[in-house]
Nanobody, 116 residues
């Protein structure tokens, strides 16, 4: 059973930094696409950043230059380093993985709040 466990969320001041982690278990993830999404109440979940099995990355325009996604294959973990954070980054952040067979799995989410 695939499980994704996010951690690292919390409260940060504008301009500050947070690093999210997502530990995957219950499968082999080295071939999977892994991504971070976020959602605020009343809006659709949006892609923040993704990383392929080969290490290629993609980012939402709103976070380019501020956020960095990375993965540790030995730990089956994906990270999201968030710098220069803004109040509009406030959301629940979800980790996601997509298998080569296109099965999608989600974590339970972690709250990130950017406020002074």
């Amino acid at each position: 059973q695939v499980q994704l466990l996010e951690s690292g969320g919390g409260l940060v001041q504008p301009g500050g930094s947070l690093k999210l982690s997502c530990a995957a278990s219950g499968g082999i993830f080295s071939l999977n696409y892994m991504a971070w999404y976020r959602q605020v109440p009343g809006k659709q979940r949006e892609l923040v950043a993704g990383i392929t099995s080969g290490g290629n990355t993609n980012y939402a325009d709103s976070v380019k230059g501020r956020f960095t996604i990375s993965r540790d294959y030995t730990k089956n973990t994906v990270y999201l380093q968030m710098n220069s954070m803004k109040p509009e980054d406030t959301a629940v952040y979800y980790c996601s993985t997509v298998t080569p067979g296109s099965a999608i799995y989600w974590g339970q989410g972690t709250q990130v709040t950017v406020s002074s």
